[in-house]
């Protein structure tokens, strides 16, 4: 995994249900969920802004910049080597709608039981620091190109699902998970570079 955890790895339902607000809250903090899995690695902390990009919320202007901007500070630390995450008191005051957050999480919740069939740990050698720094900096990246990309409708989906697919592969300690993440991210660069050179022409 990505950064060392204290625990062992989680499954994806897990992960969703700490993604969950708790009922009777009208706004999720994103600090409530920092403090609850900051113990648990960079990936975790890495899938909750993916997700939150990749869902319906995601379509508020400004969010996917947030979402790519919070992505983009975690990765980094990654590349610094920091063993625990961090980010600036501004970024742990953000809110969303609790009500629409939880509704999501719900809806996704079967199918991650579903997937949770496939999540194993496996293919160690991507703990390599090697490797490790090179998942990291494809985040780095999906992060930074997820900033411009909310010019265009929904082209921001591509690296923030890639970011998510990694992050999943970090909390699972599945590194074939991890790298189809990768994989997605290249694709994403390619397509996104292009619609921005198209944009820019």
């Excluded at 400004?62 to 983009?72: F, K, N, Q, R, V």
């Excluded at 989906?157 to 993440?181: E, H, K, N, Y």
């Excluded at 397509?191 to 198209?198: K, M, P, Q, Y």
Aim: proline share 7%; aromatic share 10%.
């Amino acid at each position: 995994m990505l950064g060392k955890t204290a625990e062992r790895s989680m499954t994806l339902y897990e992960l969703l249900g700490k993604m969950q607000p708790h009922a009777r809250r009208d706004e999720f903090l994103f600090a409530d969920f920092w403090t609850v899995m900051e113990k648990r690695g960079f990936g975790p902390m890495l899938a909750l802004p993916s997700f939150i990009a990749c869902t319906p919320i995601g379509a508020i202007p400004g969010i996917p910049s947030l979402a790519g901007a919070t992505i983009l500070l975690i990765a980094l630390q990654i590349l610094l080597g920091r063993r625990h995450p961090w980010l600036p008191e501004r970024v742990m005051e953000l809110t969303c709608d609790a009500d629409q957050l939880r509704y999501i999480v719900e809806k996704v919740k079967p199918l991650a039981v579903r997937v949770d069939r496939f999540l194993v740990p496996r293919w160690f050698f991507m703990r390599q620091p090697v490797v490790r720094s090179f998942i990291a900096l494809n985040c780095v990246a999906c992060g930074l190109v997820m900033i411009p990309l909310e010019l265009i409708p929904f082209m921001g989906l591509i690296p923030a699902s890639a970011v998510f697919i990694m992050a999943i592969g970090m909390a699972t300690d599945d590194g074939a998970v991890a790298l189809v993440g990768v994989s997605i991210s290249l694709f994403g660069f390619v397509l996104g570079f292009e619609r921005l050179a198209a944009l820019i022409v």
